[in-house]
C-alpha cells in the first residue's frame, strides 16, 4: 500500500497562475483533509471532505477550491495564485481519529 | 475554537538526556495526538490517546484530562530523534477535525 500520496511533490507558479495539487489514498478512508503550514503558524485546515463528493471549509479556504469525486482522491486547486499561498501543503486521510499524512507539495509563488 | 499551546518552542539537549515536551488545550477533547516531523520530511503520528499513558520504545506519552495537559517524553535522547513534535487535538463530532499546536523543535546533539 502506498498510502498517502500527493503530487506535484514541489512547484513554483507566478503570481495569477492556476494549479491543481493532487492528494490519494489507498486506505478506503472517508475522510480527506487539505492543511497548509507556515513558519512559526502550525497547520491549519483549509478544506475537508467527510466521504466522496461531499466538501466543506476549513480554518483558511479563502483562495482555494476542493473536489472529491472520487473516494480515493482529494483535489485542491488554486484559481489564482498569490504570493501569500506560498507554503507547503499536506493531506491526510482518516478512518476516524488517526490521520495519515502525505509528504507534502511546496508550493512557491513568485 | 480548541487553543492549543505547546511549550517550548525550541529544545536542545545533548544525547543521553531526558526530554519532556508539553501540551496544554482550552476545551474537552476527543483525543490527543503527538506527531513528528523530521526536517523537510513528512508528518507521522507517534501516539492518540484519550487517558493515561502510553508507550513505545523510548517515547512516552501521558495526559491529564482534568488538567487539559499532555507530555510526551523521550529517554536517553539520539541525534535521530531531532524533529519538529506537534501535538493536535480532537475535540469530537462528525468529521473528526484536528486542532495542532505550533511544534516545539528539539535538537539533540551528539
Known amino acids: 500500500n502506498a498510502g498517502v500520496t500527493q503530487t506535484p511533490k514541489f512547484r513554483v507558479l507566478k503570481t495569477g497562475q492556476s494549479m491543481t495539487l493532487l492528494c490519494a489514498q489507498d486506505?478506503?478512508?472517508?475522510?480527506m483533509y487539505w492543511y497548509r503550514q507556515d513558519p512559526g503558524m502550525g497547520l491549519r485546515l483549509i478544506h475537508y471532505s467527510v466521504g466522496e463528493g461531499t466538501t466543506a471549509k476549513g480554518e483558511v479556504p479563502d483562495g482555494y477550491n476542493v473536489s472529491r469525486l472520487k473516494k480515493q482522491n482529494f483535489l485542491l486547486g488554486l484559481e489564482s495564485a498569490a504570493p501569500s499561498q506560498t507554503s507547503v501543503y499536506f493531506c491526510?486521510?482518516?478512518?476516524?481519529?488517526?490521520?495519515?499524512f502525505g509528504p507534502g507539495t511546496r508550493l512557491l509563488v513568485l | 475554537k480548541n487553543e492549543v499551546e505547546q511549550s517550548p518552542q525550541n529544545l536542545t539537549a545533548q544525547e543521553g538526556e531526558f526530554i519532556t515536551i508539553n501540551c496544554s488545550y482550552s476545551?474537552?477533547?476527543?483525543?490527543l495526538h503527538w506527531l513528528q516531523q523530521h526536517p523537510g520530511g513528512g508528518i507521522v503520528s507517534l501516539f492518540m490517546l484519550s487517558s493515561g499513558k502510553k508507550k513505545h520504545g523510548r517515547l512516552i506519552a501521558t495526559i491529564n484530562i482534568q488538567e487539559k495537559h499532555s507530555s510526551l517524553h523521550i529517554t536517553a535522547s539520539h541525534p535521530r530523534d531531532s524533529a519538529v513534535y506537534i501535538c493536535?487535538?480532537?475535540?469530537?463530532?462528525?468529521?473528526?477535525?484536528?486542532?495542532f499546536g505550533k511544534g516545539t523543535l528539539l535538537t539533540v546533539n551528539p
Open positions: 493536535a487535538v480532537s475535540s469530537g463530532g462528525s468529521n473528526y477535525k484536528l486542532t
Open positions: 476545551v474537552g477533547i476527543s483525543a
Open positions: 486506505m478506503n478512508h472517508e475522510y
Open positions: 491526510a486521510s482518516s478512518l476516524a481519529e488517526a490521520q495519515y
